[in-house]
């Protein structure tokens, strides 16, 4: 593996998942600690950052999709560094309905990959303990500095401005250099 300056050279080449661990190895931080989290440090090196995993959790609402179009794209939150992401997971705890709608999914992936992470989970059907969706990245589960990743959601018979219940929690899993 060559030597990286960028996250936009890691992008360019198709970096696998041990090609990260290795770049980890050669990076030398400037502190100990990022954004008040604790990073390993051995001998100058960073040690820890891509195998510190971290769970965000964010719940969405139909009134969060109060926009008059059949797919929304709503930002989960954007890498400040170049990332990996290790599995999505998604549970409704209200249907979504409303006036005409005969079917709603959400997706989660990147702007023109919505479904990057995370394929089509239905959040029309009832609330049950079965009624789920893990996804673990087909793909390399890179991503980008400065990228925004992004939950999709599509409904068919009517606009998601129709919507008058449902919600859902989304658990990304991922890490991050810094």
Known sequence: MGTFSRSADLLAQRVSRQDIYDLVENIKPAAGIV?????????????????VMYWRKLTVTHADLNIQAYTVYL????????????????????????????????????????????????????????????????????????????????TAGAKAYDLTAGAVNIFVLYSELV
């Open 35 to 51: 954004d008040g989290v604790s990073v390993a440090v051995e001998d100058g090196r960073l040690k820890a950052a891509p195998a």
């Open 75 to 154: 930002p989960l939150f954007t890498t400040t560094g170049v990332g990996m992401c290790y599995g999505v997971y998604a549970k409704h705890t209200t249907a979504f309905s409303g006036t005409g709608i005969t079917a709603a999914t959400v997706s989660v992936g990147l702007t023109g990959s919505p479904e990057y992470f995370m394929t089509a989970f239905d959040i029309k059907q009832a609330v049950a303990a079965e009624a789920n969706k893990l996804n673990l990245p087909a793909s390399d589960g890179l991503i980008g500095r400065g990228n925004t990743l992004y939950a999709c959601f599509v």
